[in-house]
């Protein structure tokens, strides 16, 4: 098994083309064609973790935050990032980020936070948009049905709950053959019409390159007429944070003892108004205040979430609950939810293949402390 191997079962589960434009995910350090002998899981690829993944001989990390940021203009040991890079590339380990892929991915890492809570009919609470393309294609009538199951199979066609979805309207098509062409209908300077199929399918975003591959392929044509355009509306498997509701209604008392005890937080910060009992939940890992407006037009009583300012503590109200777990906190579960999914995908890739080795970190890479 190969590094690029890792990176498209996960690319199956995060696919890396729904990390958000800021972020820097993917294959950081190392060549994707090397062997992988061992990986190891962590939130964060700090010295410490390097050290661990040479004592374990694993030669991949996958890491929840990538490392590397933004530019590096020097790797020289002047801190924890180039510090970290140094030792991975001298020792021939590669490091990988998924981020805010498995952010956007529905079993991602607010779902984790979701079933900690024990969250019932939990959905996205902010579905992504501009995540879907249209391909409309010009099909001979003859080889449709071809064509049709070639997009199918990789991918196309795919809205929610629904597969093999598509719509068809039979039209006329005409070309004229230039002397250059090698024409599968038609003759070579002779007007050519007959019985076309306009086909439109949608599929997600990262399934571009395998549909119009399969179109290519398939289409009996030298030359495939088509057009592509990008969606705005928005994907219910594709988004930020996750809104649920909890089996009973609770006092907040209650519930912040079974948040206490599901992220094992050192403090809970809240905003103080609250006066109802707690029933809907809306939770997003790791720095969430961008998403406080979407929550409260949830009809959550509660949003757990990290990293929240002053000023934000201010939008909770009488019946809408502010919640603060601190940002190591609400994405610890993260860890476990990659190892679990790589250990499960990894057996059945090669199953006749000696099975590469997950492990969990054991360094805690969380970066605050609590003086109690």
Not at 204 to 212: E, G, Q
């Given at each position: 098994?190969?590094?690029?191997?890792?990176?498209?079962?996960?690319?199956?589960?995060?696919?890396?083309?729904?990390?958000?434009?800021?972020?820097?995910?993917?294959?950081?350090?190392?060549?994707?064609?090397?062997?992988?002998?061992?990986?190891?899981?962590?939130?964060?690829?700090?010295?410490?973790?390097?050290?661990?993944?040479?004592?374990?001989?694993?030669?991949?990390?996958?890491?929840?935050?990538?490392?590397?940021?933004?530019?590096?203009?020097?790797?020289?040991?002047?801190?924890?990032?180039?510090?970290?890079?140094?030792?991975?590339?001298?020792?021939?380990?590669?490091?990988?980020?998924?981020?805010?892929?498995?952010?956007?991915?529905?079993?991602?890492?607010?779902?984790?936070?979701?079933?900690?809570?024990?969250?019932?009919?939990?959905?996205?609470?902010?579905?992504?948009?501009?995540?879907?393309?249209?391909?409309?294609?010009?099909?001979?009538?003859?080889?449709?049905?071809?064509?049709?199951?070639?997009?199918?199979?990789?991918?196309?066609?795919?809205?929610?709950?629904?597969?093999?979805?598509?719509?068809?309207?039979?039209?006329?098509?005409?070309?004229?053959?230039?002397?250059?062409?090698?024409?599968?209908?038609?003759?070579?300077?002779?007007?050519?019409?007959?019985?076309?199929?306009?086909?439109?399918?949608?599929?997600?975003?990262?399934?571009?390159?395998?549909?119009?591959?399969?179109?290519?392929?398939?289409?009996?044509?030298?030359?495939?007429?088509?057009?592509?355009?990008?969606?705005?509306?928005?994907?219910?498997?594709?988004?930020?944070?996750?809104v649920g509701d909890l089996a009973q209604p609770m006092t907040p008392n209650a519930f912040m003892d079974l948040v206490k005890n599901a992220f094992n937080c050192g403090v809970i910060k809240y905003s103080k108004e609250y006066q109802n009992q707690i029933q809907r939940v809306a939770v997003l890992g790791g720095s969430g205040s961008f998403a406080i407006d979407r929550a409260k037009a949830s009809k959550a009583d509660c949003y757990l979430t990290a990293d929240l300012k002053y000023h934000d503590f201010f939008k909770g109200e009488k019946d809408f609950l502010l919640a603060d777990i601190g940002h190591y906190e609400s994405e610890q579960h993260t860890k476990a939810l990659i190892v679990n999914y790589l250990s499960k995908k990894i057996t059945n890739f090669a199953?006749?293949?000696?099975?590469?080795?997950?492990?969990?970190?054991?360094?805690?890479?969380?970066?605050?402390?609590?003086?109690?």
């Amino acid at each position: 098994m190969r590094v690029s191997d890792v990176m498209a079962i996960l690319d199956q589960w995060a696919p890396l083309a729904y990390s958000e434009d800021f972020d820097n995910t993917g294959l950081l350090v190392g060549d994707a064609s090397a062997e992988v002998r061992g990986i190891i899981v962590t939130l964060d690829t700090l010295e410490e973790v390097v050290d661990e993944a040479i004592a374990q001989k694993c030669n991949l990390i996958v890491s929840f935050h990538p490392i590397i940021f933004s530019g590096l203009k020097k790797i020289t040991p002047q801190d924890y990032t180039t510090r970290s890079v140094r030792k991975a590339i001298k020792n021939d380990i590669a490091i990988f980020a998924i981020h805010t892929a498995l952010d956007n991915a529905i079993f991602g890492v607010s779902a984790t936070m979701a079933q900690a809570l024990g969250l019932r009919n939990s959905r996205i609470l902010m579905p992504k948009e501009n995540v879907l393309t249209k391909l409309v294609t010009y099909i001979p009538q003859d080889s449709v049905a071809e064509v049709r199951d070639a997009l199918f199979a990789a991918g196309g066609g795919a809205i929610g709950h629904y597969d093999h979805c598509n719509f068809e309207v039979l039209g006329t098509g005409r070309f004229r053959p230039t002397d250059q062409a090698k024409p599968a209908i038609g003759h070579i300077g002779q007007n050519h019409s007959g019985p076309e199929v306009q086909m439109s399918i949608t599929f997600m975003a990262h399934l571009k390159t395998p549909v119009m591959d399969a179109l290519k392929l398939a289409h009996p044509y030298e030359e495939v007429a088509y057009d592509l355009t990008n969606l705005p509306q928005t994907c219910s498997e594709i988004g930020m944070g996750m809104v649920g509701d909890l089996a009973q209604p609770m006092t907040p008392n209650a519930f912040m003892d079974l948040v206490k005890n599901a992220f094992n937080c050192g403090v809970i910060k809240y905003s103080k108004e609250y006066q109802n009992q707690i029933q809907r939940v809306a939770v997003l890992g790791g720095s969430g205040s961008f998403a406080i407006d979407r929550a409260k037009a949830s009809k959550a009583d509660c949003y757990l979430t990290a990293d929240l300012k002053y000023h934000d503590f201010f939008k909770g109200e009488k019946d809408f609950l502010l919640a603060d777990i601190g940002h190591y906190e609400s994405e610890q579960h993260t860890k476990a939810l990659i190892v679990n999914y790589l250990s499960k995908k990894i057996t059945n890739f090669a199953p006749s293949l000696p099975p590469c080795k997950v492990i969990l970190s054991k360094v805690n890479t969380n970066p605050i402390s609590y003086y109690s």
